[in-house]
C-alpha cells in the first residue's frame, strides 16, 4: 500500500490544506516581485569615484572599497583609476556585487517549504492508528527527497544565491562595521531564517537551504550506501564552527589582521554554485571539497562551517516542534542513534541539553521498536502511540 492510500481522511485533507497554503505563500511573494524591465544597467568606468558608484549599486563607500580590495578609509571622492583600479577589476566587482542582488519571492518559497516540512513532521508522516510493525514505511523517504530537490533547484539554481541562512547571519556582521547601510536592514532577513530554524529543530536547513539540500541530497544516494559514513565527532566540528564565527568577527572589526571589514566566508562562500559565480578559486575549492565530502561525512558544510549552522544550533534550546523521546518506552536500545547521521538522536536520548544538530531529517522517526521517538511540540502532548 502506498503512503497516500494509509493516510486517514482528515490526514489527506490536511495534506492537500498544506499544499494550498504553501502554493498560496510562494504566489503572494509571486504578485509582490518587482515586474518587468528596470529601466537600463548603470555603467561604470574608473574615471568614477567611489561615491558616485556605490549609491547606484545600493552598497556603502565601505563596502565597495573592500570589494575593490581598498582600505575602508580610501578617499572615496577621488576617481578609482587615481586608486590604481583596472576596469577589469570594476567590472568583476560590479558583477559580483550585483550578484548579490536579492528576489524577494525566495523569502516566500523558503517559508512555504518550511510549513510543508513542519506540518509533514507533525502531523502527517506517521499515519494516523499506523501500526507499529508499519513503522518503516512512516515518513517515506520520497516525500523529503522531493523537497530537497525543489530546495536546490527553486532556492537555489532558479533563484540564486541570494537570500540564503548564511549570508542572512553574515550580512548582519557585515552591517555592523559599516558594510551595509542600514543594519535593521540585514537583521530583518536574519531573524527572519532564525524564526524558520526554531519552529522547528534547524528546519530552514533540514529543508529549505539549498546548499544544505545539496549536501543531504548526495548524502542520500543509494548507489552510494556501500560507502563507509562516518560521524564526526560533534565537539570537534562546532569547536570549528564555532571557532571560525570568532575568528571573522575578529578579522571583521579589524582586532586581528589589521584589515578592517575582511570576511573570512567570503572566500568560501558555497552559496556562489548558484550563481556560477566563483570570484575567488577558494570559493570554487569550497564548493567541490563540501560536495565530495558530502558522498560519505554528512553535511560537511553546514556541521564545519556555516555560521548559520552554528547560531541555529544554539537556537535549537528554544526550538517549538523537534525531535522528542518518552523515557518510559525508551530502553536506550541505539536503533535511532545508529541511523541519526549527526549523532543528534543519541543525545537527545541521553537528554543533553547541547546536543549535537538535528537537521530535521526524520532518518530516526520510523526506526524505534519501542515507539519511543516522535516529533511534536517541545510542551505539547506526547503523540498517541501506535497499535502492536
Ligand atoms: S547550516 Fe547548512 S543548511 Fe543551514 S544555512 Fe548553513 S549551509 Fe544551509
Ligand atoms: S535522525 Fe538525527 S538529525 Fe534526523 S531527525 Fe532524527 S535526531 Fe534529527
Known amino acids: 500500500m502506498s503512503y497516500l492510500s494509509r493516510l486517514s481522511k482528515t490526514q489527506r485533507l490536511r495534506l492537500v490544506g498544506t499544499l494550498v497554503v504553501a502554493a498560496a505563500i510562494v504566489m503572494l511573494g509571486w504578485s509582490r516581485e518587482p515586474k518587468g524591465d528596470n529601466g537600463a544597467i548603470a555603467q561604470f ?42 576596469q577589469k577589476k570594476l567590472d568583476r566587482v560590479v558583477g559580483h556585487v550585483r550578484g548579490h542582488k536579492e528576489t524577494q519571492l525566495k523569502y ?17 508522516g506517521r499515519p494516523d492508528g499506523a501500526p507499529i510493525a508499519d513503522r518503516k514505511l512512516w515518513y517515506p523517504r520520497a516525500v523529503y527527497i522531493a523537497a530537497l530537490v525543489v530546495a536546490v533547484v527553486v532556492c537555489g539554481f532558479m533563484l540564486g544565491k541570494s537570500p540564503n541562512p548564511m549570508e ?64 564526526v565527532p560533534f565537539w570537534l566540528s562546532n569547536t570549528i564552527r564555532g571557532g571560525l564565527v570568532v575568528l571573522t568577527l575578529l578579522f571583521l572589526f ?23 559565480d566563483f570570484d575567488h578559486l577558494s570559493i570554487l575549492v569550497a564548493v567541490v571539497v563540501s560536495l565530495v565530502l558530502a558522498l560519505a561525512i554528512y553535511r560537511p558544510f553546514c556541521q564545519f562551517i556555516c555560521p548559520f549552522g552554528f547560531i541555529s544550533w544554539i ?25 541519526c547521521p549527526s549523532g543528534a538522536a543519541g543525545d537527545i536520548v541521553e537528554g543533553k541539553l547541547f546536543a549535537a544538530d538535528c537537521y530535521s531529517c526524520a532518518r530516526c522517526l520510523n526506526v524505534c521498536p519501542h515507539d519511543a521517538i516522535d516529533y511534536g511540540f517541545a510542551l505539547g502532548k506526547p503523540f498517541p502511540k501506535a497499535a502492536d
Not at 254 to 271: E, S
Not at 318 to 339: E, M, P
Open 45 to 86: 568606468d574608473t574615471t568614477m569615484s567611489i561615491r558616485d558608484i556605490a549609491p547606484k549599486l545600493g552598497s556603502t563607500g565601505k563596502s565597495l572599497a573592500r570589494d575593490l580590495g581598498l582600505p575602508l578609509d580610501v578617499p572615496k571622492k577621488k576617481p578609482l583609476a587615481k586608486l590604481g583600479i583596472k
Open 108 to 124: 516566500y518559497v523558503f517559508a512555504a517549504l518550511v510549513l510543508f516540512g513542519l506540518v509533514f513532521l507533525v502531523r502527517l
Open 168 to 231: 542572512g547571519t553574515v550580512k548582519t556582521f557585515k552591517a555592523m562595521v559599516g558594510l551595509y547601510p542600514s543594519v535593521w536592514g540585514k537583521v530583518v532577513p536574519f531573524l527572519f531564517f532564525l524564526v524558520l530554524a526554531i519552529v522547528g529543530n534547524k528546519l530552514v536547513c533540514g529543508w529549505a537551504c539549498p546548499f544544505g539540500a545539496l549536501q543531504e541530497l548526495l548524502y542520500s544516494l543509494p548507489s552510494l550506501d556501500g560507502i563507509r559514513r562516518r560521524k
Open 254 to 276: 579589524g582586532v586581528l589582521g589589521g584589515k578592517k571589514g575582511f570576511v573570512i566566508y567570503h572566500y568560501i562562500n558555497p552559496f556562489n554554485l548558484f550563481n556560477l
Open 315 to 339: 537556537a535549537e534550546r528554544f526550538s517549538i516542534t523537534r525531535v522528542r523521546v518518552d523515557r518510559q518506552l525508551c530502553n536506550k536500545c541505539g536503533a535511532c542513534d545508529r541511523v
